[in-house]
C-alpha cells in the first residue's frame, strides 16, 4: 500500500466520520440530558436536508443562507414538538420512546407524500478539490468536516462554559434539584429539543449537496446514529465522536478493499457483535 | 416505614379480578368458536385472506407485547420473524424437510437466536436492547441480500412449497390447495400462541413480570432471578413468532428481505399501544382494528404508515390505555357523573 | 411576617399528606419544623418552593400569594432549599454546583460577595472547588448543598434535615453555621429530626404528626413541655 493512498483513505475516514458524528451529535445529546431516545432525530435530519432542496434549489436562495435558516426553523418545530407533544408525558418514559418513534415514521410518510418519492437534486455550492499531501478531497467534503468540527467544538463550548449549559448538565442529573435552583425544567428541555433537531437539521443541510434525498433517508441514519452512539457509550458526546471516527474507518477501508455493500454488513456485525460482548459501548456509560 | 393495613377494598378487587377473568376466558372460547365456523360461511378468497393474516399478525403482536412488558423494548421483531421464514424455508426445500418438522425447528433456531442475544443485553436498560435488536435485524437482512446462495439475495425466495399434506386415512385429506386449510392452520397457531402466552403470564412467571414492572431492584431484592425468566420469555416468544414466521413463508410461497424490514416491528408497536398494552385483549384488538381500518389504503403503503403513526401519536397524548380502556373510561365517566350528582343531592339544603 | 402559611392542604393522588396547616416566620428568626418520619415535613417545604402544587389554603411570602408560581420565581423572589439529602449534582464540580446556585442572578458583584461568603462559611470547599462533587463526603456533600442554597441569595432558607446521617462532631458544625447564618440576617425555616438540637437554636417551633400541627410555641416552652419531651426528646 502505498503511503498517498494511506493518508486518500484517512482523508476519506474523517470525512465520512464527520457527517456520523454530526448525525450523532443530536441524538446523544438528547439522551444524554433527557435520557430520551429521540427516533425523530431522523425525520428531522430528512426535513434539514429537503429544507436544502426547498430553500437552494427551488427558492434559489444562497446555500449560506439556507443554511441558518433550515437549522432554525427545524430547531423550533423541535420546540413545538416538545411543548405540544413531549411535555405533557414527560415521566412517562416509555410513551416517550412510542411517541418519538410514531413522529419519525409519521413524518416520514408525510414526507413520502408531500415531497414524492423521486430523488431531490440540490446543487453542490463547492466544486472542485483541495489537495494536500497527495490525497484529495472535494472541497464540500471538506465543508463538511469543517462545520462539523465547528459544531462540536460549539456545542462543547455551550455545554461546559455557558450558564445554560451549566443549567443543562445540572437537569441531567437531577432535574428536581435543577428546579430548587430555578433552572426551570421546561426550559431546559425546550431548549433541548431546540438543539438537538437543529444538530438534525445541520447534518441534513450538510448532506444534501452530497447524498440523494429521499424520505426514508431519516430512518437510515436514525439506526446509523444508534450504532453510533451505542458504540460510543449512550449518552457520552466523546464517545460519538471517537465511534463515528472508527465507522469511517472501517467504512473508508472497507470500501476501498472490499466494496461497500460488504463493508456496511461488516460494519453491522462488528458493531453488533461488540455491543452484545460490551453493551455499554467504548465509554462504558450505563444509566440506570 | 409505612403502615400496613388489611385493605377490604383491595381483596375485593382480586376477587374481582378473578371473575372478570374467567369471564374473558370464557368470552375467549366462544370467540374461538365463532371463529372456527367462519369458513363454513364465508367463502370469500379475499376475506379468508384477511383473516388469516389477522392471525398471524396477532401471534407477532402477542408474543412482541410480552416481551415489552418484561420491561425490554424490542426493537427486532422482524429480525426474528425473518429467522423463522428463512429457516423453515431453507429446511423444507434444501434439507428436505417435512413443514411440520420444519416449522418448529424454525422455532428452536429463532429461540436459540434470541438466548444468543439475549443473555448479554437483557441485563440491561431497555434501550440498549432496543438498538441491539433493531441492528440484529438490519445485519441479517443485509445478510440475506448479500448471498444469494442459499437465501436468494434481494429477490428473496420464490416457489415455496405448501405444508406438507396431512391425511386421516378414510377421513379427510388436509392438502393445503384451499384457503379454507390455511385458515385452520392459523387459527390453531395462534390459540396455541395465546395460550402458551396466557400460562406464562398466570404462571409464577407472570407474577415475576409483574414484580420486574414495579422495578427491577424489586425483584431482584427478593432474590428473584430475573434474568433467566427475561432471557426464557424473550427465547419462548421470539420462537412463537419465528414459527408465525414459517407459517407466513409457506403460506404466500414467496419471501425476501423486505418483508422482514423494522417497519414490522413498527407496526406490531403501534398495534400494541393503540390497542393497550396492559392486556392481550387489547392488543389483539389493536391488531384487528388497524389491520381492517389498513385495508383502506390497501397498496398505498405510505398512506397506511402515516394513518397508523398519527394513530398512535394521538392514542400516546389522549388515550395512554388504549383502545381497551375505552369502555371502562366510559363507564367510569358515566358513574362519577352520577356521583356528583348525588353529592348535589346531599348537599342540598332543602 | 416573612413567611405566612393558612390552612394548607396538600395531596397526593386521594392521599392527604398536609391536612391543614398554618403557620408563621418572622423576619430574622429561626423557626424549626419537627416531627416524626413521614409527618409531612419535606412536603411543606416542597411546596413553598414550588414543587408540589396544595389542594387548598394559601401561602404569602413578603405578603405576596405564592399561587400557580413557578418554582424558579419563587427562588427569585428570595426563598431557597436545601433538600433532604443534600442532593448536589454530583457530575459537576464545587465551582460548577455553586455556580448552578446563582443561576438565575444577574447582580455579578453581590455574587462575587456570596461566593466569599459561602467559601469562608465552608473552607472545606475552597480545597475542593475543581472537584467532582460525587467525590465529596457526605458531610462535604451537605456544606456544598447548604453552600449552593446560599448562592441563590435567598431572604428565607428551607433546610429539610441538614443533620442527617452527619456524624456528632459534623452535627455540631453544622448548627453553628446555621447560627452564624442567621446572625448574618438570613430567616430560616428549619425542618429537623433531631430535635433537641433544633429547639436549642430556634426562636420558634412547631411539631408536626401525620399532616397536622400538634404543638407550636416559642422554642424554650416547648423544650420545657413534659408532652413534647416525652414524645419528641426522648424522655
Ligand atoms: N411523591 C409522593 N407521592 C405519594 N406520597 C408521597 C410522596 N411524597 C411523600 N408522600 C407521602 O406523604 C407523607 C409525608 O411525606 P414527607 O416526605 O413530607 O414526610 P417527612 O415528614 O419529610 O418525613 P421524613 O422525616 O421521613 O423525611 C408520607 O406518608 C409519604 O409517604
Ligand atoms: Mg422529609
Given at each position: 500500500m502505498?503511503?498517498?493512498?494511506?493518508?486518500?483513505?484517512?482523508?476519506?475516514?474523517?470525512?465520512?466520520?464527520?457527517?456520523?458524528?454530526?448525525?450523532?451529535?443530536?441524538?446523544?445529546?438528547?439522551?444524554?440530558?433527557?435520557?430520551?431516545?429521540?427516533?425523530?432525530?431522523?425525520?428531522?435530519?430528512?426535513?434539514?436536508?429537503?429544507?436544502?432542496?426547498?430553500?437552494?434549489?427551488?427558492?434559489?436562495?444562497n446555500y449560506f443562507v439556507a443554511l441558518p435558516i433550515g437549522v432554525i426553523l427545524i430547531g423550533l418545530i423541535g420546540v413545538v414538538m416538545e411543548k405540544g407533544l413531549f411535555r405533557p408525558i414527560r415521566n412517562d418514559h416509555v410513551a416517550i420512546i412510542f411517541l418519538a418513534i410514531g413522529l419519525n415514521w409519521f413524518l416520514e410518510s408525510t414526507g413520502f407524500v408531500v415531497f414524492g418519492l423521486r430523488p431531490k437534486p440540490v446543487a453542490s455550492v463547492f466544486t472542485g478539490q483541495a489537495h494536500f499531501f497527495g490525497a484529495t478531497i472535494s472541497w464540500e467534503r471538506a465543508v463538511v468536516v469543517l462545520i462539523g468540527l465547528l459544531a462540536v467544538l460549539a456545542l462543547y463550548f455551550f455545554l461546559m462554559k455557558t450558564r445554560w449549559g451549566l443549567g443543562m448538565?445540572?437537569?441531567?442529573?437531577?432535574?428536581?434539584?435543577?428546579?430548587?435552583?430555578?433552572?426551570?425544567?421546561?426550559?431546559?428541555?425546550?431548549?433541548?429539543?431546540?438543539?438537538?433537531?437543529?444538530?438534525?437539521?445541520?447534518?441534513?443541510?450538510?448532506?444534501?449537496?452530497?447524498?440523494?434525498?429521499?424520505?426514508?433517508?431519516?430512518?437510515?441514519?436514525?439506526?446509523?446514529?444508534l450504532l453510533v452512539i451505542g458504540l460510543g457509550g449512550l449518552g457520552s458526546i466523546p464517545g460519538a465522536l471517537i465511534s463515528a471516527f472508527i465507522i469511517g474507518i472501517i467504512e473508508s477501508f472497507g470500501t476501498s478493499y472490499l466494496g461497500a455493500d460488504i463493508t456496511w454488513g461488516m460494519i453491522f456485525i462488528f458493531v453488533i457483535i461488540f455491543l452484545i460482548i460490551r453493551p455499554t459501548g467504548i465509554m462504558g456509560v450505563v444509566r440506570e | 416505614m409505612?403502615?400496613?393495613?388489611?385493605?377490604?377494598?383491595?381483596?375485593?378487587?382480586?376477587?374481582?379480578?378473578?371473575?372478570?377473568?374467567?369471564?374473558?376466558?370464557?368470552?375467549?372460547?366462544?370467540?374461538f368458536v365463532l371463529l372456527g365456523l367462519v369458513p363454513l360461511v364465508l367463502r370469500s378468497e379475499y376475506y379468508l385472506h384477511v383473516l388469516i393474516a389477522m392471525f398471524y399478525h396477532v401471534i407477532y403482536a402477542t408474543t412482541y407485547r410480552f416481551i415489552l412488558r418484561t420491561g425490554?423494548?424490542?426493537?427486532?421483531?422482524?429480525?426474528?420473524?425473518?429467522?423463522?421464514?428463512?429457516?423453515?424455508?431453507?429446511?423444507?426445500?434444501?434439507?428436505?424437510?417435512?413443514?411440520?418438522?420444519?416449522?418448529?425447528?424454525?422455532?428452536?433456531?429463532?429461540?436459540?437466536?434470541?438466548?444468543?442475544?439475549?443473555?448479554?443485553?437483557?441485563?440491561?436498560?431497555?434501550?440498549?436492547?432496543?438498538?441491539?435488536?433493531?441492528?440484529?435485524g438490519d445485519t441479517l437482512r443485509f445478510i440475506y441480500m448479500r448471498f444469494k446462495e442459499p437465501f436468494g439475495g434481494p429477490l428473496g425466495i420464490f416457489a415455496i412449497p405448501g405444508p406438507n399434506p396431512i391425511t386421516i386415512p378414510g377421513l379427510i385429506t388436509i392438502d393445503f390447495s384451499q384457503k379454507t386449510h390455511f385458515y385452520f392452520l392459523a387459527l390453531a397457531?395462534?390459540?396455541?400462541?395465546?395460550?402458551?402466552?396466557?400460562?406464562?403470564?398466570?404462571?409464577?412467571?407472570?407474577?415475576?413480570?409483574?414484580?420486574?414492572?414495579?422495578?427491577?431492584?424489586?425483584?431482584?431484592?427478593?432474590?428473584?432471578?430475573?434474568?433467566?425468566?427475561?432471557?426464557?420469555?424473550?427465547?419462548?416468544?421470539?420462537?412463537?413468532?419465528?414459527?408465525?414466521?414459517?407459517?407466513?413463508?409457506?403460506?404466500?410461497?414467496?419471501?425476501?428481505?423486505?418483508?422482514?424490514?423494522?417497519?414490522?416491528?413498527?407496526?406490531?408497536?403501534?398495534?400494541?399501544?393503540?390497542?393497550?398494552?396492559?392486556?392481550?385483549?387489547?392488543?389483539?384488538?389493536?391488531?384487528?382494528?388497524?389491520?381492517?381500518?389498513?385495508?383502506?389504503?390497501?397498496?398505498?403503503?405510505?398512506?397506511?404508515?402515516?394513518?397508523?403513526?398519527?394513530?398512535?401519536i394521538v392514542i400516546l397524548l389522549f388515550l395512554p390505555g388504549g383502545l381497551i380502556s375505552l369502555p371502562g373510561l366510559l363507564t367510569r365517566v358515566g358513574s362519577r357523573a352520577e356521583e356528583k350528582e348525588g353529592e348535589k343531592f346531599r348537599n342540598d339544603p332543602a | 411576617m416573612l413567611l405566612e402559611v393558612r390552612n394548607l392542604r396538600i395531596r397526593y393522588g386521594k392521599v392527604e399528606a398536609i391536612?391543614?396547616?398554618?403557620?408563621?416566620?418572622?423576619?430574622?428568626?429561626?423557626?424549626?419544623?419537627?416531627?416524626?418520619?413521614?409527618?409531612?415535613?419535606?412536603?411543606?417545604?416542597?411546596?413553598?418552593?414550588?414543587?408540589?402544587?396544595?389542594?387548598?389554603?394559601?401561602?404569602?411570602?413578603?405578603?405576596?400569594?405564592?399561587?400557580?408560581?413557578?418554582?424558579?420565581?419563587?427562588?427569585?423572589?428570595?426563598m431557597a432549599q436545601v433538600p433532604e439529602?443534600?442532593?448536589?449534582?454530583?457530575?459537576?464540580?464545587?465551582?460548577?454546583?455553586?455556580?448552578?446556585?446563582?443561576?438565575?442572578?444577574?447582580d455579578k458583584e453581590k455574587v462575587a460577595l456570596d461566593y466569599?461568603?459561602?467559601?469562608?462559611?465552608?473552607?472545606?470547599?475552597?480545597?475542593?472547588?475543581?472537584?467532582?462533587?460525587?467525590?465529596?463526603?457526605?458531610?462535604?456533600?451537605?456544606?456544598?448543598?447548604?453552600?449552593?442554597?446560599?448562592?441563590?441569595?435567598?431572604?428565607?432558607?428551607?433546610?429539610?434535615?441538614?443533620?442527617?446521617?452527619?456524624?456528632?462532631?459534623?452535627?455540631?458544625?453544622?448548627?453553628?453555621?446555621?447560627?452564624?447564618?442567621?446572625?448574618?440576617?438570613?430567616?430560616?425555616?428549619?425542618?429537623?429530626?433531631?430535635?433537641?438540637?433544633?429547639?436549642?437554636?430556634?426562636?420558634?417551633?412547631?411539631?408536626?404528626?401525620?399532616?397536622?400541627?400538634?404543638?407550636e410555641g416559642p422554642a424554650h416552652e416547648l423544650m420545657d413541655s413534659e408532652e413534647v419531651k416525652k414524645a419528641y426528646l426522648g424522655g
Open positions: 502505498e503511503i498517498t493512498e494511506l493518508i486518500q483513505i484517512t482523508v476519506n475516514a474523517i470525512s465520512i466520520g464527520a457527517i456520523y458524528a454530526l448525525l450523532a451529535l443530536g441524538l446523544t445529546l438528547l439522551f444524554g440530558i433527557m435520557d430520551i431516545l429521540f427516533f425523530a432525530h431522523g425525520a428531522m435530519y430528512m426535513l434539514g436536508a429537503y429544507a436544502a432542496y426547498y430553500l437552494c434549489t427551488k427558492l434559489g436562495l448538565r445540572a437537569f441531567a442529573e437531577d432535574p428536581l434539584t435543577a428546579e430548587l435552583q430555578g433552572i426551570s425544567n421546561d426550559t431546559v428541555c425546550s431548549l433541548g429539543f431546540l438543539i438537538g433537531c437543529g444538530l438534525a437539521a445541520l447534518a441534513g443541510l450538510l448532506v444534501a449537496p452530497i447524498f440523494i434525498l429521499t424520505p426514508t433517508m431519516g430512518s437510515h441514519a436514525v439506526l446509523i446514529s | 409505612t403502615r400496613v393495613r388489611p385493605d377490604p377494598d383491595r381483596q375485593g378487587k382480586f376477587l374481582g379480578e378473578m371473575k372478570a377473568q374467567q369471564k374473558s376466558r370464557l368470552y375467549f372460547l366462544g370467540l425490554q423494548f424490542h426493537f427486532g421483531a422482524h429480525a426474528f420473524v425473518g429467522i423463522g421464514a428463512y429457516a423453515s424455508v431453507l429446511l423444507v426445500m434444501r434439507a428436505g424437510w417435512s413443514f411440520w418438522l420444519a416449522m418448529p425447528a424454525a422455532g428452536l433456531i429463532a429461540a436459540f437466536f434470541a438466548v444468543l442475544i439475549g443473555y448479554p443485553t437483557l441485563r440491561l436498560k431497555g434501550i440498549y436492547f432496543a438498538i441491539i435488536t433493531w441492528g440484529f397457531l395462534m390459540i396455541v400462541t395465546l395460550y402458551i402466552l396466557h400460562r406464562m403470564e398466570q404462571s409464577r412467571f407472570g407474577l415475576i413480570f409483574g414484580a420486574i414492572r414495579e422495578g427491577d431492584r424489586l425483584a431482584r431484592a427478593v432474590g428473584i432471578n430475573i434474568m433467566n425468566y427475561k432471557v426464557l420469555a424473550f427465547a419462548v416468544c421470539s420462537g412463537l413468532g419465528a414459527m408465525a414466521g414459517s407459517f407466513y413463508a409457506h403460506y404466500t410461497y414467496y419471501i425476501s428481505p423486505l418483508d422482514f424490514s423494522v417497519l414490522l416491528t413498527i407496526y406490531l408497536a403501534i398495534y400494541t399501544v393503540v390497542g393497550g398494552q396492559e392486556r392481550y385483549a387489547g392488543v389483539i384488538v389493536g391488531t384487528v382494528v388497524l389491520m381492517l381500518a389498513g385495508e383502506v389504503f390497501a397498496g398505498y403503503s405510505h398512506y397506511q404508515l402515516l394513518m397508523y403513526s398519527g394513530f398512535l | 391536612r391543614g396547616v398554618s403557620l408563621d416566620v418572622e423576619e430574622g428568626t429561626l423557626v424549626t419544623l419537627i416531627g416524626a418520619n413521614g409527618a409531612g415535613k419535606s412536603t411543606i417545604l416542597k411546596s413553598l418552593s414550588g414543587l408540589v402544587p396544595p389542594f387548598a389554603g394559601e401561602i404569602r411570602f413578603q405578603g405576596q400569594m405564592l399561587a400557580g408560581w413557578k418554582p424558579a420565581r419563587i427562588v427569585k423572589a428570595g439529602g443534600a442532593r448536589v449534582f454530583a457530575k459537576l464540580t464545587v465551582a460548577e454546583n455553586l455556580q448552578a446556585g446563582a443561576y438565575l442572578r444577574k466569599q461568603r459561602v467559601l469562608r462559611h465552608f473552607p472545606i470547599l475552597k480545597e475542593r472547588l475543581n472537584q467532582k462533587a460525587g467525590t465529596m463526603s457526605g458531610g462535604e456533600r451537605q456544606m456544598l448543598a447548604f453552600g449552593r442554597a446560599l448562592m441563590n441569595g435567598p431572604k428565607l432558607l428551607l433546610l429539610d434535615e441538614p443533620s442527617l446521617g452527619l456524624s456528632p462532631l459534623l452535627v455540631h458544625e453544622i448548627f453553628k453555621i446555621i447560627e452564624a447564618i442567621k446572625g448574618e440576617g438570613v430567616t430560616i425555616l428549619l425542618v429537623e429530626q433531631n430535635a433537641r438540637k433544633a429547639l436549642e437554636v430556634a426562636d420558634k417551633a412547631y411539631v408536626f404528626e401525620t399532616g397536622r400541627i400538634v404543638f
